[in-house]
């Protein structure tokens, strides 16, 4: 104990002498001579006298000012090339932002030699052109947005060497060629808009939206897919809603991906009846009951299974006819609303690049159908084929919670209170325990984040989605969508585990109170992780910072804030065997009401030591209340 007190002495007083003293005079003399040799229109306060890294605008050192690590000069009215030999000197800096000025000339390569770079933001200039031909020198970098320039020629295959990344901005340039295969799990963000490119979107960047590619003359679908062939339609006899001539023209026409379904199921259909025209879908339809069932079809392929509990009364048939609207894009693939005839609705799961055994998947199944508990989104059915698997949930008329916390804010948004954010924490702590504790305690959910995280009929959280990832193949890419939720130790599916789920829970917790999304662009400058971002407000003590606007309306809830902030930052702690077990998490949860029972409603009285759920994990958060 003693030891350890002299040790933090001598560290805090070292960093103060230090910070007092010390100046990274080499980087400072990179960015005299950066900006002396250099047209700038507004006056920048670099002067040779001041310290760098306390005055300088747009100038960020690093915790022992020993170096410059970021670089922000947006808007200076700089004009001409960038100098040479100036800001490709500040060895270790790690974001460099010279968007909206007047640079000209061609791609700055000599930035290549910036090996730590995370961030390069040179949009809005001049700059002209080729790309360099090896980005892989860029081993950290995170977001490269090179958007509203004159870049011309192609884009580099290198940039698929950029493992790190997780946005790409090329919008409005002049480039052209092919979009190379960019296999990218981390890329969230891209923008490859109005530029002169032609060819076919690749398939490991379809799971971006069609915007991302507007104003080239790509194609946004293989028109060789089978899927999306109008000759793979089999010939429709009768009682489709839908006229063959309907659905062939929605498919060969441009809008397809909400019909794929119905074209998709028409086959199968389509195949079935070939094979048993006896068996009447009608017939089936009443045989179904609250048992678990398959449709009784002989051929094993083509069935879909249905669980105990389900009052749901369909066949393919039904699915066919009904009509379906596309709810989302997630990580296993896409999730349809498909209205019933008997005005059930549910969600239709169609899962894409899951490349799964029967056995393994009926056996998953299995267990996900098993479940039942308030808290966790029934699986109601599933069908397998070779090239076909879908999954039959309840449909959510109130949408994810993902939906509900970042859907339009502003005009006429009924935001999400506290009352109803706690219940959502509680409810989804519920079920992720409930999960943790089958399969003899080993089941992972694998994929828990805010979009698939609904409200029960009770406004709980409900989670959805379980057991899918730990089905794919480890080297599948599919946990990609889920970076910013993502345990920094799951490299793949093979390390997910619960330590993993309490992760991404807590990266949940935090989005909850903050309103924000786990990586998001913010005002056009950088990407942000939420983690980081909470971890480092909370580091400043400027915790009351970090909470969404929409709640600080409401009074008294501060204590319960900081409690499930608390919470939130020891299950994302770096380290799996430091995360609190989901069990214990949910009894924080629960208390973090009870923290505050004891108070008057309306004093706000706070009373010390009244936190005693949450204590243990005080240290973790670097807060200096506690210092022990
Ligand atoms: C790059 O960053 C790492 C980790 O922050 C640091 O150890 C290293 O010294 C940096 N490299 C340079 C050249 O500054
Ligand atoms: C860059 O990546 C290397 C290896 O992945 C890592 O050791 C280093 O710390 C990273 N640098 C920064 C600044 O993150
Ligand atoms: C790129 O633009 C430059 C002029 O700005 C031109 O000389 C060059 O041929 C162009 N390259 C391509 C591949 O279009
Ligand atoms: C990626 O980097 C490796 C090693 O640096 C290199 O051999 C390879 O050509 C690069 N890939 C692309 C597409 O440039
Ligand atoms: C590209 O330019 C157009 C027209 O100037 C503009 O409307 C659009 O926002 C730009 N796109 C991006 C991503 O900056
Ligand atoms: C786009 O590419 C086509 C064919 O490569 C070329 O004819 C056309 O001039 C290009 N347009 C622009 C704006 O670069
Ligand atoms: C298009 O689809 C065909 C058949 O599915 C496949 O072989 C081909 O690789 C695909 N092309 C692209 C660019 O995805
Ligand atoms: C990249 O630049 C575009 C404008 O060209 C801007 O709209 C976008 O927000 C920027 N993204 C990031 C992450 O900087």
């Known amino acids: ?90 060895s270790a800096l790690q974001i460099l932002t010279l968007r909206s000025n007047g640079f000209s000339g061609p791609f700055p390569s000599e930035l290549l030699r910036l090996r730590n770079l995370t961030g ?53 340039n002049s480039l052209s060629g092919d979009v190379p295969d960019l296999n990218i799990p981390s890329l969230q963000l891209l923008d490859l808009s109005n530029n002169n490119l032609t060819g076919v979107v690749p398939q ?39 006229s063959e001539p309907a659905i062939l023209g929605i498919v060969i026409g441009s809008c397809t991906v909400a019909f794929v379904l119905i074209a998709l199921l028409l086959i199968i259909t389509n195949r079935r009846k070939k094979d048993n025209e006896s068996s009447s879908a009608t017939s089936q339809k009443k045989g179904k009951s609250t048992k678990r069932m398959v449709s009784d079809n002989q051929e094993g392929n083509n069935r879909i299974t249905f669980f105990e509990g389900c009052n749901l009364v369909f066949d393919l048939e039904d699915l066919l006819r009904a009509s379906a609207e596309v709810l989302g894009k997630g990580t296993f693939g896409t999730t349809y609303k498909a209205a019933l005839e008997d005005a059930t609705t549910v969600a239709v799961k169609r899962l894409r690049e899951v490349i799964v055994g029967r056995k393994d998947f009926e056996q998953q199944m299995e267990i996900v159908g098993s479940i039942r508990h308030e808290n966790v989104a029934p699986l109601r059915a599933y069908y397998y084929s070779k ?40 409810g989804s702590a519920r079920g992720i325990a409930h999960i943790h504790s089958q399969s003899g305690g080993k089941l992972v959910h694998g994929n828990i984040k805010a979009s698939n995280i609904f409200l029960n009929s009770q406004q709980y959280g409900c989670v959805s989605d379980l057991g899918l990832a730990t089905l794919m193949s480890p080297i599948a890419p599919p946990i990609i969508r889920t970076a910013g939720y993502r345990a920094p130790e799951v490299t793949d599916s093979r390390k997910l585990s619960q330590a993993s789920d309490v992760y991404s829970f807590g990266v949940f917790l935090l989005e909850l109170l903050t309103g924000k999304s786990p990586v998001h662009a913010s005002g056009g400058e950088e990407v942000i ?100």
């Open 120 to 172: 390069l933001y040179l949009h809005f200039n001049n700059f002209q052109g080729p790309l360099p031909v090896d980005f892989s020198v860029w081993r950290n970098l995170s977001v490269l947005n090179l958007s509203n320039n004159g870049f011309n020629g192609s884009i580099p295959s290198s940039i698929s060497n950029l493992t790190h990344l997780t946005a790409l901005y090329l919008a409005n």
């Open 387 to 426: 090239d076909e698997k879908l999954m039959v949930y309840d449909y959510y008329n109130q949408g994810s919670v993902s939906a509900l916390l970042h859907a339009k804010r502003g005009e006429n948004r009924i935001p999400l209170d506290w009352e109803m954010r706690l219940k959502i924490a509680i």
């Open 529 to 628: 992780h939420l983690v980081r971002w909470v971890q480092s407000v909370v580091r400043e003590e400027w915790t009351g910072e970090v909470f969404d606007i929409e709640l600080l309306r409401y009074p008294n809830i501060e204590e319960e804030m900081v409690a499930m902030l608390q919470i939130g930052l020891s299950c994302v702690s770096r380290m799996p065997e430091q995360r609190p077990k989901i069990a214990d998490v949910l009894k924080m949860v629960e208390d973090i009401r009870s923290v505050n029972a004891g108070n008057s409603p309306s004093g706000g009285t706070r009373s010390p030591g009244s936190t005693p759920a949450v204590t243990p994990y005080v240290g973790e958060i670097g807060s200096s209340s506690a210092p022990h």
């Open 204 to 242: 490991s960047l379809s799971r971006f939206p069609s915007s991302a590619f507007l104003g080239n003359s790509i194609s946004l679908q293989n028109s060789s897919s089978p899927v999306l062939s109008p000759t793979s339609v089999p010939k429709k006899k009768h009682s489709s809603k839908l």
């Open 1 to 90: 104990m003693g030891k350890k007190f002299i040790f933090s002495a001598i560290l805090v007083y070292g960093t103060l002498f230090l910070l007092a003293r010390a100046e990274p005079v080499e980087d400072k003399q990179a960015l005299l001579d950066f900006v002396g040799n250099i047209y700038h229109s507004k006056k920048l306060n670099w002067d040779q006298r001041t310290s760098a890294c306390s005055r300088w605008t747009g100038v960020t050192c690093n915790h022992d000012n020993s170096r410059v690590i970021a670089v922000r000069l947006p808007a200076i009215g700089f004009r001409g090339k960038i100098p040479t030999n100036t800001l490709s000197r500040l």
